[in-house]
T-cell receptor, first 108, second 117 residues
Framework: GIQVEQSPPDLILQEGANSTLRCNFS?????LQWFHQNPWGQLINLFY???GTKQNGRLSATTVATERYSLLYISSSQTTDSGVYFC??????????FGTGTRLKVLA | SAVISQKPSRDICQRGTSLTIQCQVD?????MFWYRQQPGQSLTLIAT?????????ESGFVIDKFPISRPNLTFSTLTVSNMSPEDSSIYLC??????????????FGPGTRLTVL
């Protein structure tokens, strides 16, 4: 099956800093999503981005499907950005496989 | 986006007992799934809940341990049977295929935090 690796596994930032999170996948995919899991466990949809670039406020994402990776950019980070960021991919069957996650802590 | 609710939000159970988790979606969806998230880990797919037929289980998960129902296009249940402390996890329901325009995007419920003593 598809393997999904995320880096870095852990990240600590000062408020206001920028960061880039990476998601590598081992095979071609039809669907890719980025999620933020807040400290209460809720999964929040950030982007559905099987290819191309999207932006939503301080967040943006780019997927280069031919090279099997996706990037999530967080600019001017805030303490509320803390939590775990997951990418998830699926290929054909609509069953999403989740990555290993990046645990982000933003310090005030 | 689809709005998904789960009940209960959390529970503490004794080993050997069973717990049924309910998942309700605010619109008809094509597909519903159940995931498990063990402490500090990523999400693992348990099964696809099929409307009107038996669920499709992933490797390592069996129907006797995790029976699933899906009587219609908006509702599903997951039962965790004969629980042990190793079953302590967050169980999440997800939906895909609605509303129109969100076909391949998956949305998640708030999760059920289960502790087994």
């Amino acid at each position: 099956g598809i393997q999904v690796e995320q880096s870095p596994p852990d990240l600590i930032l000062q408020e206001g800093a920028n960061s880039t999170l990476r998601c590598n996948f081992s095979d071609s995919v039809n669907n890719l999503q980025w999620f933020h899991q807040n400290p209460w466990g809720q999964l929040i949809n950030l982007f559905y981005i099987p290819s191309g670039t999207k932006q939503n406020g301080r967040l943006s994402a780019t997927t280069v499907a031919t090279e099997r990776y996706s990037l999530l950019y967080i600019s001017s980070s805030q303490t509320t950005d803390s939590g775990v960021y997951f990418c998830a991919v699926s290929s054909g069957t609509y069953k999403y496989i989740f990555g290993t996650g990046t645990r982000l802590k933003v310090l005030a | 986006s689809a709005v998904i609710s789960q009940k209960p939000s959390r529970d503490i159970c004794q080993r050997g007992t069973s717990l049924t988790i309910q998942c309700q979606v605010d619109s008809q969806v094509t597909m519903m799934f159940w995931y498990r998230q063990q402490p500090g880990q990523s999400l693992t797919l348990i099964a696809t809940a099929n409307q009107g037929s038996e669920a499709t289980y992933e490797s390592g998960f069996v129907i006797d341990k995790f029976p699933i129902s899906r009587p219609n296009l908006t509702f599903s249940t997951l039962t965790v049977s004969n629980m042990s402390p190793e079953d302590s996890s967050i169980y999440l329901c997800s939906a895909q295929g609605a509303p129109e325009g969100y076909g391949n995007e998956q949305f998640f419920g708030p999760g059920t935090r289960l502790t087994v003593l």
